[in-house]
């Protein structure tokens, strides 16, 4: 936490959008899709949709239009109209800060809630992605047995300074993003590398030899 508190200080998601409402479509959107994806989508969906009454009296159709692109377009389609539509029946169109209420929207996961928590409401959850999930097993900060996102972010959250949570979830996440990647990870890059559970690197060697990564 140290390294990405002088590294990071200041650290928000990428995602672009100007209200509650439209990081809520942003982040059900960015589910398997990249966040540059998202931001190319979105500044005409939000446009067209500003708030979650437009987007209530819209069709799935008529969304999709915008959001074609996107990975699994139908369903998020399908779930962003009957989400706002649910928001306006029964929040008068705000976004709610309650968990339960937030879980209760389509398209709506744990992960997609805890992001909204943290970003919007300042809480302290933590939104375990692919990239989450991925780093925190290189790193050593969960064990093989928290083999489930759910069990990775009950680790996290226990161990994690609260006041570190809200920030901590994109320190790991672009970590993982721009350094500690899937495929080939950035190892001569990665400032943890000395303490790193899986790298097992001469310090001085560009390639990483680590091992192969859980699964979520």
């Known amino acids: 936490m140290a390294y990405f508190r002088e590294q990071m200080p200041e650290v928000q998601t990428e995602l672009e959008f100007g209200s509650v409402f439209q990081l809520l479509v ?5 589910a398997q899709c990249t966040d540059k994806r998202i931001n190319q989508v979105t500044p005409e969906l939000f446009r067209r949709y500003p708030d979650a009454k437009a987007m209530a009296t819209a069709e799935p159709e008529d969304v999709l239009e915008y959001i074609s692109s996107v990975s699994y377009p139908n ?14 029946e029964r929040h ?10 937030l879980l209760d929207l389509p398209g ?6 805890n992001v909204i928590q943290s970003v919007a409401f300042g809480r302290a959850t933590m939104a375990v992605d692919t990239h ?11 064990t093989k047995k928290e083999d489930t996102p759910f069990k990775v972010e009950q680790v996290l959250v226990k161990n ?21 990647t899937s495929r080939r990870p950035h190892c001569e890059k990665c400032g943890l590398r000395s303490i790193c559970a899986s790298c097992g690197c001469d310090p001085t060697s560009s390639t990483c030899h680590g091992k192969s990564d859980p699964q979520p």
């Open 132 to 142: 989450v999930f991925r780093v925190s097993h290189r790193l050593g900060l969960v």
């Open 160 to 180: 994690i300074p609260e006041e570190d949570i809200p920030r901590a979830h994109h320190w790991l996440l672009l970590h993982g993003r721009y350094v500690c």
């Open 108 to 113: 709506v996961g744990r992960k997609t809630a």
């Open 92 to 101: 008068d169109g705000e976004v709610p800060a309650d968990m339960n209420a």
């Open 75 to 88: 369903a998020k389609a399908e779930h962003l109209v009957r989400m706002a539509r649910m928001l306006v």
């Open 26 to 30: 942003a982040v059900v959107l960015s």
